[in-house]
């Protein structure tokens, strides 16, 4: 007898079999709870040996995310850019920073997250707009550059040490000891002479001070001739000064007397070439007329009946006619 198989069953009892063993590998993975994540971005300044993908990102101990990818910053080889999915409910702010710790004696590490306190969101982002998380380095990296440094700084020293400390200069010093004990013992040979040097150096100094006093008495005396002096200069200047403003009245009276006389001197030159003309030919006219009167006045004298009849006629001279009658003759009235 024929089995008959039906292959839509089976193909939809395996389809639910997968779902149900994908379901089952997700809650064991997750735990049963949903969570949602946000991706960030650090990028560290110093070494990340021992941190891979997937390593746990954890907020002061509590694990919140994983690493998703470590690379090296394109922009900026010296940095490495670290992409991280954080829980979007961990409390990441403006003051978080993330720093490198080794996990255990594994060898490896992971991120870990301080801060938090403030209640500033997180703003700095990326130019593709992801948000980035400070970085700050550890005190491991810190202690393993200071010790870089000290080391270096150390056979710096050890170099200079072995430098100063050469044959050369070992022969160096030992010629300036050499000198030194020459120059001591040649002090203690003189010393009654330097004694005396001092004494005698000692009175000079004495007298010195005692010059320098004698100095310091002359330049107070000077310096109260220079202030007399200086009174005697500002009492002469004062009357320079009321001299210089005298001469200076003077000299505009004078300004103003000559103003005058020049004036003057205008006026009678205008007086003599425009008014003494005038003057003289009234004279002469008035003289001329004086004459003419005083001619009338004779001839009145003489005839009156002049003012009736007119001046008598002029008798004839020789040869000219009785007739003729004189210029100055007057017709009677009819």
């Known amino acids: 007898m024929d089995s008959k198989i039906n292959y839509t069953a089976v193909g939809l009892f395996v389809l639910l079999l997968g779902l149900g063993l994908a379901a089952t590998a997700y809650w064991l993975v997750t735990g049963g709870k949903q969570q949602s994540f946000t991706p960030y971005v650090i990028y560290a ?7 891979t993908v997937n390593s746990h990102v954890l907020y002061r101990g509590v694990d919140v995310g994983e690493v998703k990818e470590i690379r090296i910053d394109e922009n900026n080889p010296g940095r490495i850019r670290i992409r991280v999915d954080i829980d979007a409910k961990a409390p990441i702010r403006a003051d978080t920073v993330a720093e490198l710790r080794p996990q255990g004696v594994t060898g490896l590490s992971v991120l870990n997250l301080t801060g938090g306190k403030s209640n500033t969101p997180l703003l ?22 200071g010790l870089s440094d000290t080391m270096v700084k150390i056979t710096s020293i050890s170099d200079r040490l072995d430098q100063l400390f050469s044959e050369k200069n070992i022969a160096i010093f030992d010629n300036m000891l050499q000198n030194i004990n020459g120059l001591t013992t040649v002090l203690a040979e003189h010393q009654t002479d330097i004694s005396a040097a001092i004494i ?22 000077s310096q109260m001739l220079v202030s007399s002096f200086n009174k005697s200069i500002q009492g002469l200047k004062s009357t ?3 001299a210089n403003e005298a001469a200076n009245k003077v000299s505009a009276a004078s300004d103003n007397t000559i103003a005058m006389t020049q004036t003057g001197n205008q006026t009678l030159n205008n007086f003599n070439q425009r008014t003494l003309p005038v003057l003289d030919g009234l004279l002469s006219q008035l003289q001329e007329t004086s004459v003419a009167l005083t001619r009338l006045v004779n001839q009145l004298n003489d005839n009156p009946s002049q003012i009736l009849y007119g001046a008598a006629p002029i008798p004839p001279g020789p040869g000219e006619g009785k007739t003729s009658a004189s210029p100055n003759q007057i017709a009677p009235s009819p």
């Not at 300044?45 to 941190?51: N, Q, R």
């Not at 992801?130 to 202690?143: D, G």
Request: hydrophobic share 35%; net charge negative; proline share 4%.
């Open 124 to 145: 700095q982002r990326t130019k593709n707009g992801e948000l980035v998380i400070p970085y700050e380095p550890s005190i491991f990296s810190r202690l393993e550059g």
């Open 45 to 51: 300044t110093d070494s990340v040996a021992g941190l």
């Open 200 to 221: 005698a150096g000692r009175k000079t100094l004495e007298n010195t001070a005692v010059a320098s006093q004698s100095a310091n008495t002359l330049i107070m005396q």
């Open 240 to 242: 320079l000064d009321a």
